[in-house]
Every structure is written in structure tokens, then in C-alpha cells.
């Protein structure tokens, strides 16, 4: 820890309720559930426990907010999108707050949080723009006979987020939902609920009619489950782990075969060519999983480095980990803060342990740090095989896994020898070996010479098991619609 005395301002939690049809509510099961700061282990606060009934409530503020006469049907495209603008502008009127009270919940360092903040503006402005530009399409047929489409919103959707971006992911998730006229009921995790129910207040303070959005917030198994198999929502949005991803699946199915959309985990490769300059390959790896503490879903949690500079990468990737500051998120000298949960802690720790009975070479950290909160060292083991556990399952800790190849018919195998697929990296001067493998990758994103640039026109999503469908850019509106296809034969 860089110091024991933590610089954390004190923030006023101002929200702890749940918001059903633009009012505060208490749970309908009279329970709270305790939030818990993660730079200190300490409760901050606790908030209105949702199960079940409060969703049955929120569904039910849906249903009318959505009915066909409601203000929020009867509006005009573009003043949809003029109200998700000013939630935007609201958001960046409050920077400073949500911003603390975004590394207070979630221990991400403040220059991040502050990051995100604008992040979240800036995705809602890219959405509200799209309001009045979703069309349907005319189409070719015979004369006295006219054929169009429309595209209409798809009705209640519910959405899941997880506690690693809160306030991004509920952008991601609002952004389009609301554009193309729908309603929600979001529910944010467990572990972060706070920044989501302040933006709750703030979407009621740009005059979103009542019931477009509920923020319901509780736990995974009644709360979210109780979104995933209910029969009256017409949509599933959710982020977060694969397990958790089938069951909502599989909750749609037995259910309402509502539509489902998942972004899961992800083992992404990043692959460094032998010609690749070493000071970007090196910086830019050690940014792509230590990056919040690489509780990120694109983390580069697997670095294939070619043989022939795998020595003099390893040993600069090395210096570069024990130089990271790791301690008190508010402190702007702090380059890592804390994992979000003792679960977390506990688990990135075993992976620790497994990594090392399994024989790769801990080259620095493999330790948690201080005594109070969720904290580990950057961790780097080097001679790591493609069997090993470290090398299978998503950490979502700082565990840098490097492993050597020697050929590119050789990597591209090893790469994509995994049940994920949402990201990859490759660091070439080469454009020939560049296109090459971005054509070989089994990923939904592959980014060269740079890692998980943001760019909120571009879609993201993954393959095989890393999920379903894609978010942001054109292709996550249609997610939000259903197409209505009319044929009129004119008499
Ligand atoms: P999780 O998948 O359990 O939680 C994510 C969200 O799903 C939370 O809002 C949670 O309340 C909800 N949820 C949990 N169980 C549910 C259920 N049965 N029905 C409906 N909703 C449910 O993830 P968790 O436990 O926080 O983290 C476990 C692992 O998941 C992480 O180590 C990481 O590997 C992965 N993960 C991936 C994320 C991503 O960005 N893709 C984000 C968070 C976690
Ligand atoms: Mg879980």
C-alpha cells in the first residue's frame, strides 16, 4: 500500500432505495443488504433489498409506461433522443460526485472513475442521435403492391449489469434500449449499486415520464433471476459471467422466450510478433490486463510472446509490474486499487496458488497487499502451457500469464484453442501478418497494435461461448427491435 491513511473524501450517499415509476420505494420484503467499500472491507451504506414482487411492481410501471397513449409512446423520435441527452449532460454536470462515489463503491482509482464518467456521457450522446435515424426499409415488388418494414421497440426489457464498469454498462445497456423506445428494468450488481441509483435521480431530473426506467437493485439468484424468467419481459440484456449467462438462457426458455443478448468473460489472447516494437508491446500488454485491476472482460489474459524476444520482453514486463503502484484508489499516485469482493480476492488467489503448484515461474507479486480491503500485487508467471489452469479460466485478477511460440501456424491454433472468444490482440509492423491473423482470430473484436480501444460506433461482443448478439454501434439497435414487415396491396 502506498499509505495506510486513506485520502478518501467523504461522500454523501444520497440514493438507497428502489426506483419504480420515478419514486424511491422500500423493498417489499422489508430487507436491506449491506454495500461494502473494497478499499477497506467496511460497510458504506445499505440499500433496499429487490426480489421478486419489487420486479413484479417494476414490470408493472413498465407495462403502462409502454402502453400505446403513454407520454413516452406518444413522443416524437427526437425528443426521445433529447431526453437521453440531458441525462447525459446531467451526468456530466455531476462528474466530480459520481466519480467518488464510483472509486468509493468500486475501488477504481479516481483518474478512471472520472474516465468512466465521461465514458458514460459521451455513450448516451452517440445513442440519443440515433432516436430519429432507426428505419425500416422499403422494399422491391410488383406494381399495386407496397412492401415496407418497420422498426418497432421490442417492449419491457430487462437488463443485468455487473460491478466492474457500473456506470458504463448502464450507458451500454440504457443508450440503446431507450432510443429505440423501449422501457427497463435494470437491475445493477450487488456489489455496486450506489452510482446506478444516483443516475436514477438524474433520469427522473430530465423528465423521463414515469416507469420508462426502474432501477431495481438486490442480488443474482431472486432479483436477477427473477428478471431472466419473467413471463412479461419482452428482452434480456446481460453482463457478466458465462455460468451466470446460461441460466438466463435457460430462463428465457422455459419462460417467454423473451429475445437475449449476453456479454460473458473472456480469455482473450494478445499476440506479439517477433517484429513488434518492443516498448509499445510491452506497455501495451502490461495496460491490457492490469487495467482495474484486469477485472476487465477483454483483459489480455494470455500474452503469447514469439520465442525470439521472449526473453528481453519478459524481463521489461517485468520491471514494468514491480514499478505499479498498488493502494488507496483516491490517491492519484495510485495506479491499482483494490479487487472488488473478498470472493474475488479469495479466488484471483487460488488461481495464484494453482499457477504455481502447476509449475510456471512466479516471476513478481503473487501476494495480496496491506491488511484491510481487497488488495493484490501485478503478478506475472512466465513458462506458462496452454493446459494450465491460469491459462484456461478467466482470473479477473492481476495474473499476467505469458506463454512462447515459435510459428504462427503454431499460435494461431493455441489462441484460439479456448471456449471464449471476445477479444485479441497483435503487435506486427507487419500488415501481411497483421491481416492474417486478424483473419484467423475466433473473436468479436481484434485490435492491432493498440488494446480495447473505445469507440462507441464500433460493436462488441463475442464469439462461441463469450456471447450473444452485440452491443454498441448500429448493430446493438437491433437488439432493442422487432421488425415489422407490412404488405399492402392497393385496391
Ligand atoms: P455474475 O455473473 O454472478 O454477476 C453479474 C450480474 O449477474 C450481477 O448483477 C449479479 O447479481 C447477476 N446474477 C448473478 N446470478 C444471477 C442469476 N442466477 N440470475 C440472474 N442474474 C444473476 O458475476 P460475479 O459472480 O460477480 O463474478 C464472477 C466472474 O464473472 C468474474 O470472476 C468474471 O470472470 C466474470 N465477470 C465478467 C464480467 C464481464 O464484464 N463480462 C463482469 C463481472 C464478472
Ligand atoms: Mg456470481
Not at 464518467?117 to 442521435?129: I, N
Not at 425500416?136 to 417492449?155: A, C, D, K
Not at 505499479?324 to 495510485?334: A, C, H, I, S, W
Request: hydrophobic fraction near 40%.
Amino acid at each position: 500500500m502506498s499509505s495506510s491513511e486513506s485520502s478518501a473524501p467523504q461522500v454523501e450517499i444520497k440514493y438507497t432505495q428502489i426506483f419504480i415509476n420515478n419514486e424511491w420505494h422500500k423493498a417489499a420484503n422489508g430487507k436491506t443488504f449491506p454495500v461494502i467499500n473494497p478499499s477497506t472491507g467496511e460497510e458504506i451504506c445499505q440499500v433496499e433489498e429487490g426480489t421478486r414482487s419489487d420486479i413484479d411492481k417494476a414490470v408493472e410501471a413498465a407495462r403502462q409506461a409502454f402502453h400505446i397513449k403513454s407520454p413516452w409512446r406518444q413522443l416524437e423520435p427526437g425528443a426521445r433522443g433529447n431526453l437521453i441527452r440531458k441525462f447525459a449532460n446531467l451526468i456530466r454536470r455531476d462528474v466530480d460526485y459520481l466519480a467518488k462515489l464510483e472509486t468509493l463503491n468500486g475501488g477504481k482509482i479516481l483518474p478512471l472513475s472520472m474516465g468512466e464518467v465521461f465514458l458514460t456521457a459521451d455513450c448516451l450522446d452517440y445513442y440519443a442521435g440515433w432516436a430519429d435515424k432507426i428505419t425500416g426499409e422499403t422494399l422491391p415488388s410488383q406494381p399495386g403492391n407496397f412492401i415496407y418494414t418497420r422498426h418497432e421497440p421490442v417492449g419491457i426489457c430487462g437488463q443485468i449489469i455487473p460491478w466492474n464498469f457500473p456506470l458504463m454498462m448502464l450507458a451500454w445497456k440504457l443508450g440503446p434500449a431507450l432510443t429505440c423506445g423501449n422501457v427497463v428494468i435494470l437491475k445493477p450488481a450487488e456489489q455496486t449499486p450506489l452510482t446506478a441509483l444516483y443516475c436514477a435521480a438524474l433520469i427522473k431530473e430530465a423528465g423521463f415520464p414515469p416507469g420508462v426506467v426502474n432501477i431495481v437493485p438486490g442480488d443474482g439468484p431472486n432479483c436477477g433471476y427473477a428478471i431472466a424468467i419473467h413471463p412479461n419481459i419482452n428482452k434480456i440484456a446481460f453482463t457478466g459471467s458465462v455460468e451466470v449467462g446460461k441460466k438466463i438462457q435457460e430462463a428465457a426458455g422455459k419462460s417467454n422466450l423473451k429475445r437475449v443478448t449476453l456479454e460473458l468473460g473472456g480469455k482473450s489472447p494478445l499476440i506479439i510478433c517477433e517484429d513488434a516494437d518492443l516498448d509499445l508491446a510491452v506497455r501495451t500488454a502490461h495496460e491490457a490486463l492490469f487495467t482495474h485491476a484486469a477485472q476487465v472482460c477483454v483483459a489480455a489474459s494470455r500474452l503469447f510472446v514469439h520465442s525470439k524476444i521472449y526473453d528481453e520482453f519478459i524481463a521489461r514486463s517485468i520491471e514494468l509490474a514491480k514499478k505499479r503502484v498498488v493502494g488507496d484508489p483516491f490517491d492519484m499516485k495510485t495506479e491499482q486499487g483494490p479487487q472488488i469482493s473478498k470472493t474475488q480476492f479469495e479466488n484471483i488467489l487460488g488461481y495464484i496458488q494453482s499457477g504455481k503448484e502447476a509449475g510456471a515461474k512466479l516471476e513478481c507479486g503473487g501476494a495480496s497487499l496491506g491488511d484491510k480491503g481487497y488488495f493484490i500485487q501485478p503478478t506475472i508467471f512466465t513458462g506458462v502451457t496452454d493446459d494450465m489452469k491460469i491459462a484456461r479460466e478467466e482470473i479477473f485478477g492481476p495474473v499476467m500469464s505469458i506463454l512462447k511460440f515459435d510459428s504462427y501456424e503454431e499460435v494461431i491454433e493455441r489462441a484460439n484453442d479456448t471456449t471464449y472468444g471476445l477479444a485479441a490482440g497483435v503487435i506486427t509492423k507487419d500488415l501481411t501478418r497483421a491481416l492474417t491473423l486478424v483473419e484467423q482470430l475466433e473473436a468479436g473484436s481484434v485490435w492491432v497494435n493498440q488494446y480495447a480501444p473505445l469507440h462507441f460506433q464500433a460493436p462488441m461482443g463475442g464469439f462461441k461461448q463469450s456471447g450473444q448478439g452485440r452491443e454498441l454501434g448500429r448493430y446493438s439497435l437491433d437488439e432493442y427491435c422487432e421488425v415489422k414487415t407490412v404488405d399492402i396491396k392497393l385496391t
